[in-house]
């Protein structure tokens, strides 16, 4: 009797060392969050631009020119851009999804890109338009148009102008959150010499790749006019190259 006791004793205390049982581990992991890593890209494929990171789960080729470049995966972000233009307590709306709102912003910076670019070329071959007086004709180049403009008071005339655009532009926007309008991102209607008149995706693409390559080419262009190259082609003029070190 006393042995089966001591054995009895012996048994409790072994199992109060033992290690928990694995359902209580299971059901501790099965509680922890879902990875947001995993609602943001597709494992299963690749991006198309950079082969080494996974695709994006928004770029999934729907929309035209989309080759999957968004390392910092900012089109997975889930968010409703509708506040933007109007407050949510205002009413209830669709609301305008990340990647619709990208290209709408994409498209919008791309073509003020091309006309801007086009734009500081002009000025700096000396093109004005026709009997403009002082002080645009005094403008001796595009890098120091802002400053003179802004001293003249001439500014007020195209931050009126780009204030009316983006009331405009916000007021279509509204009606897509509400669901009034199917229009896709960054589709004006705006196409006066017909060159696009089949809606091809085509010419969609080539306005898309040129007003990312003219973003590109215009941040270019400003970074060296004001590091002194003010005049085409815009090198910066080092006094000396031979002792110029990087």
């Given at each position: 009797?006393?042995?089966?006791?001591?054995?009895s004793?012996?048994?409790?205390?072994?199992?109060?060392?033992?290690?928990?049982?694995?359902?209580?581990?299971?059901?501790?992991?099965?509680?922890?969050?879902?990875?947001?890593?995993?609602?943001?890209v597709?494992?299963?494929?690749?991006?198309?631009?950079?082969?080494?990171?996974?695709?994006?789960?928004n770029?999934?080729?729907?929309?035209?020119?989309?080759?999957?470049?968004?390392?910092?995966?900012?089109?997975?972000i889930?968010?409703?851009?509708?506040?933007?233009?109007q407050?949510?307590?205002?009413?209830?709306?669709?609301?305008?999804?990340?990647?619709?709102?990208?290209?709408?912003?994409e498209?919008?910076?791309?073509?003020?890109?091309?006309?801007?670019f086009?734009?500081?070329?002009?000025?700096?071959?000396?093109?004005?338009?026709p009997?403009?007086?002082?002080?645009?004709?005094?403008?001796?180049?595009?890098?120091?148009?802002?400053?003179?403009?802004?001293?003249?008071?001439?500014?007020?005339?195209m931050?009126s102008?780009?204030?009316?655009?983006?009331i405009?532009?916000?007021?279509v926007?509204?009606?897509?959150?509400k669901?009034?309008?199917?229009?896709?991102?960054?589709?004006?209607?705006?196409?006066?010499?017909?060159?696009?008149?089949?809606?091809?995706?085509?010419m969609?693409l080539?306005?898309?790749t040129?007003?990312?390559?003219?973003?590109m080419?215009?941040?270019?262009?400003?970074?060296?006019?004001?590091?002194?190259?003010?005049?085409?082609?815009?090198?910066v003029?080092?006094?000396?190259?031979?002792?110029?070190?990087?």
């Amino acid at each position: 009797m006393m042995k089966l006791a001591v054995a009895s004793l012996l048994a409790g205390s072994a199992a109060a060392f033992a290690p928990a049982q694995q359902e209580a581990v299971k059901t501790s992991l099965d509680a922890m969050p879902e990875r947001m890593w995993n609602k943001m890209v597709d494992k299963t494929q690749r991006s198309k631009s950079m082969p080494f990171l996974p695709r994006p789960i928004n770029l999934d080729g729907s929309y035209v020119g989309d080759v999957g470049f968004d390392p910092f995966y900012l089109s997975s972000i889930d968010k409703n851009f509708a506040g933007f233009i109007q407050p949510p307590s205002w009413e209830e709306t669709k609301g305008l999804p990340t990647l619709y709102w990208m290209r709408e912003s994409e498209l919008k910076h791309g073509r003020i890109a091309m006309l801007a670019f086009a734009g500081w070329l002009a000025t700096d071959f000396g093109v004005r338009f026709p009997g403009a007086g002082a002080p645009y004709t005094s403008v001796p180049n595009s890098f120091s148009a802002h400053d003179i403009m802004v001293e003249n008071g001439s500014m007020w005339v195209m931050l009126s102008l780009a204030g009316l655009i983006e009331i405009c532009s916000g007021a279509v926007l509204v009606e897509v959150s509400k669901g009034l309008s199917d229009r896709e991102a960054g589709e004006y209607g705006f196409d006066p010499l017909g060159f696009n008149k089949n809606n091809s995706d085509d010419m969609k693409l080539k306005e898309l790749t040129n007003g990312r390559a003219a973003m590109m080419a215009f941040g270019g262009l400003a970074t060296q006019s004001a590091l002194g190259g003010t005049e085409f082609p815009y090198l910066v003029p080092y006094p000396n190259v031979a002792e110029f070190t990087w």
